[in-house]
């Protein structure tokens, strides 16, 4: 019997439509509570080693992607180049990734909702973001792609026009106002702030299996979301931060807590907040984090779709809807274990969970590059990394660092996450791994 197939329907602006959209909400809030880490320059420094990081990655990724077109993503590659115990250590750091993601965002969109509607909690809003978005991905993905890169083209249009309201205000001596408030080591402790600028890009992989000439248009879709968002982050850095200072995009008036919502508190130094143009401003800026929240979704049931299929996670989950051809168990699972998360009420750590996920699964997936490169020299590559080795080299090294300032300044988060992965891995062992050969 032949394993389940997902239908092939993606091209190359969908897939810029929905490297973009995962990542676009990490512009729209998050980005500034490192500010109150590292301060303007702190946060700067960390931003630029972590564009370093996802470039030299992101290229060196897609040379994997194009090669082996699946589902899975770096758990595909790791598996394949490692074998299959890092390659579970993979693919459970891409799912905590990709579970972890959307209910810190739909916590954001609760927030805004709330805001415009006060008599209706946020959680309502948040939840009912999960049920909606989870069954659009269910009816079949080039709908969800669809809808996405709409989405994601008014996210853009949105932080253009905020950069267009804002940037004429701008005056460089807001940027040097108090500009590492914690000294170095703020630098350090703003690494996850600046990751989720860029958090999720690799999941245009994951739509690989579904994508026409994936070999063609993943490099494509890849390298035009890339540059696309490199450009959006320090536009929106500087026309934030120019119009007032970091602590006016951090602490709300007369409060010493730290705001989930950086654009509005900075568009508030230039226009009034009962002007139309502010409302218009804060009413599309909802679309950034809809654009993230229903991408990473996608992206996400994919991965633990791929886990199921090969036998790391139950049967059930590796199951394609016989109708929608989708991953609707997947889809399913990952929605209840979002919900859960969202309840905590702990945003912050939620994000910094997902940014260990992250940084793990980058760190694995360029050990992979370089097993494949060595185990694999006749595989077709239809696209190869520039500047080998340096680009791999520099993304393996630079996500290490990140690694280390991470657990040492968040180490109770560090411990959740390790046991996540433990416990999963012990949960494999014993009940789903039978010595059986897994499918590549």
Not at 195 to 214: D, H, Q, R, S
Not at 387 to 400: H, T, V
Request: with cysteine; aromatic share 12%.
């Amino acid at each position: 019997m032949s394993d389940p197939q997902l239908k092939k329907v993606l091209g190359p602006v969908m897939l810029w439509g929905l490297g973009v959209g995962y990542v676009i909400s990490g512009m729209y809030f998050g980005w500034n509570l490192g500010l109150a880490e590292g301060g303007t320059l702190g946060l700067a420094i960390a931003t630029i080693f972590v564009i370093i990081m996802y470039l030299t990655f992101t290229f060196s990724y897609t040379e994997m992607a194009c090669a082996i077109p699946k589902a899975g993503g770096a758990f595909e590659y790791a598996n394949r180049g490692l074998g299959k115990q890092l390659g579970f250590v993979a693919g459970i750091a891409q799912n905590i990734e990709f579970v972890f993601a959307p209910p810190a965002i739909a916590a954001a969109i609760g927030a805004y909702l709330h805001l415009l509607h006060p008599g209706v909690g946020y959680l309502t809003f948040a939840i009912g973001a999960y049920l909606i978005f989870t069954a659009m991905n269910i009816l079949g993905v080039k709908l969800a792609a669809s809808f996405e890169l709409v989405v994601t083209v008014l996210a853009v249009i949105e932080l253009l026009i905020f950069a267009g309201v804002t940037l004429p205000a701008f005056e460089f001596s807001n940027l040097q106002q108090n500009a590492l408030p914690n000294g170095y080591s703020g630098i350090f402790a703003s690494i996850p702030f600046a990751i989720w600028f860029f958090l999720a890009i690799e999941g245009v992989a994951n739509v690989a299996e579904e994508t026409i000439n994936p070999q063609k248009n993943v490099l494509i879709g890849f390298g035009s979301a890339i540059v696309t968002l490199v450009v959006l982050c320090i536009i929106t850095f500087l026309s934030a931060v120019g119009v007032a200072g970091w602590e006016a995009v951090v602490y709300p008036p007369g409060s010493t807590e730290a705001s989930d919502s950086p654009l509005p508190l900075a568009i508030a130094n230039v226009i009034d907040s009962s002007h139309i143009l502010y409302k218009l401003l804060i009413g599309v800026g909802l679309l950034g984090l809809i654009a993230s929240f229903h991408g990473i979704i996608l992206a996400g049931g994919r991965a633990t779709f791929e886990f199921g299929r090969v036998g790391y996670a139950p049967s059930i989950l590796g199951k394609v809807h016989s109708r929608f051809k989708t991953p609707a168990n997947a889809l399913l699972v990952n929605m209840a274990v979002g919900i859960v998360a969202l309840l905590t009420g702990k945003t912050a750590g939620i994000i910094t969970i997902a940014c260990f996920g992250a940084i793990s699964l980058y760190i694995i997936s360029m050990w992979s590059f370089f097993a494949l490169r060595k185990k694999e020299p006749a595989l077709e590559r239809p696209f190869k990394v520039p500047l080998y080795p340096l680009f791999p080299m520099l993304a393996l090294i630079i996500a290490l660092i990140c690694l280390v300032a991470m657990i040492y300044y968040n180490p109770l988060t560090a411990l959740l996450f390790f046991g996540l992965v433990i416990l999963s891995y012990l949960y494999f062992l014993i009940f789903l791994d039978k010595d059986k050969t897994i499918k590549s």
